[in-house]
């Protein structure tokens, strides 16, 4: 069943991606060569706890820390640590999520450790473009394949391969709720989108194939070729007016 929001709860939800908005703002200054992802989880938990919400991930099916980072072939899920550290060509994906009065929040980014090559700046680029082509089908009569295509379209025309082990979903007082939300498929398929929905929409998307598998950790989701791969996420509520993203704060 998918969980219609009333305007009281998209307001937490609201407020939790709110935090979530500054954490990535915290981002840009936290990645840098020499930063343990161990270093970057820590700052960004004591910043979600001070701002009186809770991590969303610590404790989810055991999993053990504030965030998710997800360094070169690691797709997501990746366990942060004190040995791994940041340098210079890397891309590391940033999986962040708060909860606020018992309502998620729940995005990602991919951001370059100096400079790297076009390609792999394209493959950033053409990532994040494919969730905001995504958010634009976010409308009550729209349907969930709608979503899935406009991703897919878009990284596929570009070259890149789409992972399919993962996928988006809805979210409320549950990280995961239903529908879930693919980043490939048809156009008009899927259920139809309602104003008071509210999704994590999450494309991940390689240099290579789509084909991924999981770590000995249990966790960590690498590419099969060893090739790179970007996660972008954001958190959209479909309103009466239209999308209403909840995970990004002005500028
Ligand atoms: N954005 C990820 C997701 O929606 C975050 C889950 S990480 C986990 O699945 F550790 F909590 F599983
Ligand atoms: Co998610």
């Keep these: 069943m998918i969980l219609l929001k009333s305007s009281r709860e998209i307001e937490h939800m609201r407020a939790a991606g709110r935090i979530l908005g500054e954490v990535k703002a915290r981002l840009k200054a936290l990645v840098r060569p020499g930063a343990s992802t161990k270093d970057i989880d820590e700052d960004i938990e004591a910043f979600i706890v001070g701002k009186g919400a809770a991590p969303a991930f610590k404790g989810y099916r055991g999993y053990p820390a504030t965030v998710c ?52 700046q394209e493959l950033l680029d053409v990532t994040r473009e494919s969730l905001d082509k995504a958010i634009v089908q976010c409308r009550a009569g729209s349907r969930i394949g709608d979503i899935s295509y406009a991703v897919q379209a878009h990284c596929e025309s570009h070259g890149f391969g789409v992972v399919r082990a993962f996928v988006g979903h809805g979210i409320g007082r549950a990280l995961h709720e239903e529908p879930q939300v693919p980043n490939f498929g048809e ?38 070729d060893g090739s790179l791969a970007a996660h972008f996420e954001d958190t959209i509520a479909i309103t009466a007016n239209g999308p209403e993203v909840l995970t990004r704060t002005a500028g």
Excluded: F, Q
């Design 69 to 120: 980072a997800s360094i070169n072939d690691e797709v997501v899920h990746g366990i942060p640590s004190a040995k791994r550290k940041l340098k210079d060509g890397d891309i590391i994906g940033l999986d962040l999520g708060c909860i606020v009065e018992g309502y998620y929040g729940d995005c990602a980014i991919t951001l370059p450790v100096g400079p790297v090559p076009e390609r792999v």
């Design 187 to 224: 156009a008009g398929r899927g259920p139809v989108l309602k104003a008071g929905m509210v999704l994590a929409i999450e494309p991940m998307v390689t240099m290579g194939s789509w084909e991924v598998r999981v770590l000995e950790d249990g966790w960590t989701a690498v590419t099969v």
